[in-house]
Nanobody, 127 residues
Framework: QVQLVESGGGLVQAGGSLRLSCAASGRTFSSSAMGWFRQAPGKEREFVAAVTWSGGDTYYADSVKGRSTISRDNAKNTVYLQMNSMKPEDTAVYYC????????????????????WGQGTQVTVSS
């Protein structure tokens, strides 16, 4: 079993930055991908970003591309999401996820390809 614990959420002003962290514990998978999804009130959960096991491939939703950076530290079993130039529409609960197998952007952007989820952390961007 895998446990994912997010941290780093909070309140930030528009234009500001935030760094989310997600620590994984329990069983690990050498070919796994880690990523972030978010869900705003009244909306479906949407893909934000993902990184493959090696860290060599990263994928971003168009809505955050150019403003966000995903990275992972396999020695610490931790994935990070650095978000800059934040906008009110970034307000959501952000969920960390782990997929047993990495894949392409089109594979990883589907929430049903992910096997484990964190409990979520609230991010609020004020205008």
């Amino acid at each position: 079993q895998v446990q994912l614990v997010e941290s780093g959420g909070g309140l930030v002003q528009a234009g500001g930055s935030l760094r989310l962290s997600c620590a994984a514990s329990g069983r690990t998978f050498s070919s796994s991908a880690m990523g972030w999804f978010r869900q705003a009130p009244g909306k479906e959960r949407e893909f934000v970003a993902a990184v493959t096991w090696s860290g060599g491939d990263t994928y971003y939703a168009d809505s955050v591309k150019g403003r966000s950076t995903i990275s992972r530290d396999n020695a610490k079993n931790t994935v990070y999401l650095q978000m800059n130039s934040m906008k009110p529409e970034d307000t959501a609960v952000y969920y960390c996820a782990l997929a047993r197998y990495s894949g392409s952007y089109y594979y990883l952007r589907a929430s049903n390809q992910w096997n484990y989820w964190g409990q979520g952390t609230q991010v609020t961007v004020s205008s």
